[in-house]
């Protein structure tokens, strides 16, 4: 995430496989700072599909990806400490779907 962040370094979107799309996929981010809210995008749409507010460190970002379709998503952090975007591709294995 800092690579996408500062632009100095990989940015590369993260590829997550999993075995079905029942499999449970939590991604946690790193604390932002005082509050950190962090959107899920897919396609192309315009209002996110999930986002996380949290305050404070105690408890980090967590985005559920849990049920959600195969393809490009992307993740959106804004914080006083941390910010910016960087991509996931999801994928289930054997789904014929080869992206």
């Known amino acids: 995430m800092e690579g996408c962040e500062t632009g100095s370094g990989k940015c590369d979107p993260v590829i997550i496989e999993r075995k079905t799309v029942s499999d449970s996929v939590r991604i946690k981010l790193p604390c932002g700072g005082t509050q950190s809210t962090v959107?899920?995008?897919?396609?192309?749409?315009?209002?996110?599909?999930?986002?996380?507010?949290?305050?404070?460190?105690?408890?980090?970002?967590?985005?559920?990806?849990?049920?959600?379709?195969?393809?490009?998503?992307?993740?959106?952090?804004?914080?006083?400490?941390?910010?910016?975007s960087f991509g996931i591709i999801l994928k289930t294995k054997n789904s014929g779907n080869h992206l």
């Not at 559920?64 to 400490?81: E, H, I, K, Q, W």
């Open 39 to 84: 959107y899920l995008y897919g396609g192309t749409g315009d209002q996110p599909l999930k986002m996380d507010n949290t305050f404070g460190c105690d408890v980090l970002p967590t985005l559920d990806l849990t049920n959600l379709a195969d393809g490009d998503y992307a993740v959106r952090m804004l914080s006083c400490g941390l910010g910016g």
